[in-house]
């Protein structure tokens, strides 16, 4: 179980339902990748945790904002990021997205198709290009495949078509998927790229960068078997590290690094104070009885990652006891609205009551963003945060 003592606190004291999230491990998260990874530039993905305090505690901390969209740089720029650390990080955009960001002063756009490209030049002319290379998502709970990125024949394409419209063709991205599991999707990643960038080279294209995007693991959860995912982080790093010099050593001119972590920096820092709403046990067509949890909180509230992974419970009245094996389920009338697909059983304590607390743990990433408009008049949560430092305990409150 991973949870500092400063969000044990936080959960202990909340008795309402709220998202918390401790600042001081988000920053620790952070520091931490830089001392991993030394001269890399963070740009914080912001989809996985769009909540205004926490992206001005990055902020302040030196890092950029990966943004998908003009809200999302107007976002950025809210919590204090210089325009200059903001790229425009999707390559789907429409022109009106393009011309947004570029007046908000956005001049580095993700892109992978010609027509993206064009549209860039004439919505934002003299921009600096990244083109996305595809990535076959093996090894990741969630590939991200298909949707973005362009073969490794086609980089050189895009990127001189890019300059050919009097942009500048800055750099390559990819994302090796979300919640990437092995340190051999990593190794394949930069064969890719040492490949991309000796075709550029030969093409006369000399980029600066190299993103390396998302996809570094969240530590705390588990399988839909209720195991721990466990990642191989150091070795993920190692490979990581070995891969940028390599990548470092074929170019001819300095290349710099960036990094588009989302869930990695903030998914265990955060976690939900729900509640029971009931502990029922029914007997299910097949004649089989079943116990089924339902807690106030479920995907319509944000959990809508539990399609492909558990998060922690816990009960804090219950430590000890007898327990029951239960199904885990949403408030909603939505049948959809069930933890792990109904199939890993979660240990319950058999004498949990309506409004006991439940802590949903690991739950920082995406929650704040998978919320609903409140699905059945469920609200969404309120985010809640707490400092390092001891006079700022009582944090705050959003929404
Ligand atoms: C979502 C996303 C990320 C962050 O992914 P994580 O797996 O949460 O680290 C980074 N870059 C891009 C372009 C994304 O779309």
Known sequence: MYITSRLHAALTAATEDQLVFDLGGIEDRYESLLREF???????????????????????????????SPGEVAQALRAGAPA????????????????????????????????????????APGARVFCR?????????????????????E???????????????????????????TARAWAGAFDRMAGVMKALDARGIQIDH?????????????????????????????????????????????????????????????????HVSRLSTRRMPSGERQHW??????????????????YPLVFPSHLGGEYVHAVVAGPTCDSDDVFNRGRGLVQVPRDVASGDPVWILASGAYSASYTTQGFNGFSPLPCTWIHREPQHVLGGRSR
Not at 44 to 65: H, N, Q, Y
Not at 165 to 179: A, K, W
Not at 221 to 250: E, H, K, S, W
């Open 155 to 181: 980089v050189p394409l895009v990127l001189e078509t890019a300059r050919a419209e009097g942009l500048t063709p800055s750099g390559i991205s990819l994302h090796v998927g979300s919640q990437q599991m």
């Open 133 to 153: 290379l595809a990535t076959d998502g093996d090894g990741a709970l969630w590939g991200l495949t298909r949707k973005f990125g362009c073969s490794p024949a």
């Open 210 to 274: 190299v993103n390396l995007g998302g996809g570094l693991p969240a530590l705390g959860y588990l399988d839909l078997c209720g195991r721990p995912l466990a990642p191989p982080l150091t070795t993920m790093f190692a490979v990581i590290r070995q891969g940028m010099r390599r990548l470092g050593a074929i170019s001819r001119a300095r290349l710099d690094f960036l990094m588009e972590p989302g869930r990695h920096l903030v998914a265990d820092h955060g976690a939900v104070r729900a």
């Open 38 to 68: 030394p001269g890399i530039s963070i740009r914080f993905a912001m989809k996985a945790c769009p909540v205004g305090e926490v992206l001005s505690c990055l902020a302040r901390k030196g890092a950029g904002f990966d943004a998908a």
């Open 293 to 310: 949890l339902y807690l106030s909180c479920g995907k319509f509230n944000g959990l809508y990652e539990t399609d492909a992974l558990q």
């Open 84 to 123: 200059g650390r903001i790229h425009y990080g999707n390559t789907i955009k429409s022109d009106r997205n393009i011309a947004e960001a570029y007046r908000l002063g956005v001049r580095d756009f993700a892109t992978d198709s010609v027509e993206d490209v064009k549209a860039i030049a004439a919505q």
